[in-house]
């Protein structure tokens, strides 16, 4: 039974192109919904609860919610905060203070640990309250859904990054033939992963995938691009950010020098895999590191990735509505030719610490590309084939 | 007088993503002329020539010719190659082999020095030949034109790019405030001054420009960032790699301190800039480097900067036709309301080292942002407005 009352909606941790999607979804469904009366933004998330600072939507334009769909970044500002238990004594006196039954937040895994720990914290004070997750994460890494929203534009800009940057590189010839793309995700390798969506033809760049779930050697890096620049002329490499060696080591470790102010120098991922390939082939290797623009770059957002984020926001009012809490809005893929994704209630009860993987059959046997199977897993979610791109036939002109 | 026999055009330097618009002008121009036999190019430009590796045009489909407009990169494949004095008897000896009598080829600086020496080359061994320049460069520092093509799609993905990282900058608050982007452009200052394309409102990113024009020391630079973290909450600075100090040091200079290989660890611009800001304010700063991504990403075309490639590329022809060498198509703005430039044919006699800076009055006085002159100089060149986004209006809730 739905209990009537004001609502307040927070976004959380690393912003999406998409995350303001599902807070135009929150937002929507809520101004169809008699039983809900203010709705409440907090500003920069749990902080803008733990000291009231709302702004309230009901006076935003059809205009604003209408462009949000495709504005990057969080519109009621994020927060990277952890919250501590004697928070919660706070955060339900915020709701009675304001009668606050209705508590979304959009996030990743912390966020949705944040919404059980809500819900159970309004239960043991006897307090009604109906808080549910809505998902968020460019790194893909939440448990219990088929994918996250953020995820697929995410993908989309880093394919087509590393289409552009294999075009230019390719072009280069001798004069420039290894890059490195360095990817976010520090943990989980989907999103580097995706680069493999750029590629069209045999050949085709990525080259190599570096993901952290596949620990490689210095040695088999040298290798590896040794031996695709042999093959291809080229050689373009996606590495994630969280790469590492066998014994658990980040290439992103410092370098262990210190500059003039005796600070310790910090090369980054890209940076000491150059060098490697450097030291180790006598080849200089250029990279690029997009870095904030692959969660920011609303141009590339993925069409079927934005209506997701959508409809989670809206399920997430209906599901609150219908009594949940403690949940999360999950996306759940139905069998068949075509890609469809329905949503799903999922348990918040054991999210805390539930970081997925990508599994070990999504990568190939050497630890360094995709299968096939994270190829079809991934290639809907960027909604769509990138923009058409052209290759000479090239009938070459006989020597004279 | 037109004369009858084969034409040869290439690609040089570093891609853009209208290059292989002005490669299509050229053929499109060239199918058109029955003064013109063979359409050959040139693989990975002048390198190709040399060798006798050319690849047969007139053979291309309608479909790639047109989709090559928004492809990225240099179809024929581009290279970095001085051609020395002893290269132009060569040179000429494969234009008489090929019966070659008209040369175009898309560059920078270099390639127009290099138009002009192969125009006299010719003419001193008395072979008639018609040699024409097409401008290509995102840096802009092409000499006797306007504006370069290849400048307005980089500036649009360099405005777009660091709007994006701010409205994500903005959104972290104070879990992130401060962002750099490094912008290329080794010697001039247009591309990252066109970082200012991305402002709609008072206060928005990027808040600091620093370009090579204008030297600002490490003091300046925290003292800047300080000041407008104080003001707006956050601060994103686009900087040039090629910025540098008063005293002439680039702050990409190497740090001066060893690996354990005994190699000199290199730091890049924004990593040395956030260390100083991090010394001197004691806040972190973040970073983007999307460096080759901003010659290359397509999906970012300037519709006015693939016109104007394209229409470089025709004129080209079409003055090669009329009798015209060593000469280069030229950008020339009209006066009047509305954004027009009509082309013209500009001799390349004086071309070799003639690098146009970013002008003084497109900076202020305390160089570190661009005037409203730059703005208007450069806002027609970027091809319209970017993707239009949502701020919240924003209506607090009154505190209980």
Chains 1, 2 share one sequence.
Request: proline share 5%; aromatic share 8%.
């Amino acid at each position: 039974m739905a209990i009537q009352g004001n609502l307040v909606v927070g976004q959380s941790g690393g912003p999406t192109t998409v995350i303001n999607s599902s807070l135009v979804g929150v937002v929507r469904q809520a101004l169809a919904q008699p039983e809900i009366e203010g709705i409440y933004g907090m500003l920069h998330g749990i902080r803008g609860l733990l000291d009231g600072e709302f702004t309230d939507l009901r006076q935003e334009s059809e205009t604003t919610l209408e462009l949000l769909m495709q504005t990057p970044a969080s519109a009621l500002g994020t927060v990277r905060y952890k919250v501590k238990p004697s928070d919660y004594d706070s955060i339900v006196a915020v709701f009675e203070r304001y009668n606050v039954r209705y508590f979304f937040y959009i996030g990743g895994n912390d966020s949705m640990d944040t919404v059980y720990q809500v819900s159970e914290a309004a239960k043991a004070r006897g307090y009604d309250l109906r808080a549910v997750g809505v998902p968020k994460t460019i790194d893909n890494d939440l448990a219990l859904t088929d994918h996250c929203p953020g995820f697929g534009s995410a993908a989309r800009f880093v394919a087509s990054a590393i289409r552009n940057t294999g075009y230019d590189t390719k072009a280069m010839g001798d004069s420039g033939p290894l890059k490195l793309m360095e990817v976010m995700g520090r943990n989980a390798g989907w999103l580097t992963a995706a680069a493999a969506l750029a590629r069209q033809e045999e050949g085709d760049p990525p080259h190599l995938i570096y993901v952290p779930e596949c620990p490689v050697s210095d040695e088999q890096i040298a290798n590896d691009v040794k031996s695709m620049y042999d093959r291809y002329g080229y050689c373009v490499v996606a590495v994630s950010e969280g790469a590492r060696r066998a014994d658990g080591t980040a290439f992103a470790a410092s370098t262990g020098v210190k500059d003039a102010f005796g600070h310790e120098v910090k090369a980054g991922v890209v940076e000491t895999i150059a060098q490697i390939i450097e030291e180790r082939t006598g080849m200089r290797a250029r990279f690029d590191k997009p870095a904030y623009l692959q969660r920011s770059f609303a141009e590339l957002q993925s069409p079927v990735d934005r209506d997701e984020a959508y409809r989670a926001g809206v399920e997430a009012v209906r599901a609150a509505i219908a009594g949940q809490s403690g949940v999360m809005i999950t996306l759940v893929r139905e069998e068949g030719p075509e890609y469809r994704c329905r949503t799903e209630i999922g348990s918040l009860a054991n999210i805390a610490n539930a970081e997925r993987m990508l599994p070990r059959e999504y990568m190939n046997k050497a630890g360094n590309d995709v299968t096939q199977a994270f190829i079809d897993y991934a290639r809907p979610l960027i909604g769509g084939p990138l923009l058409p791109y052209a290759r000479l036939a090239n009938h070459p002109v006989p020597k004279r």
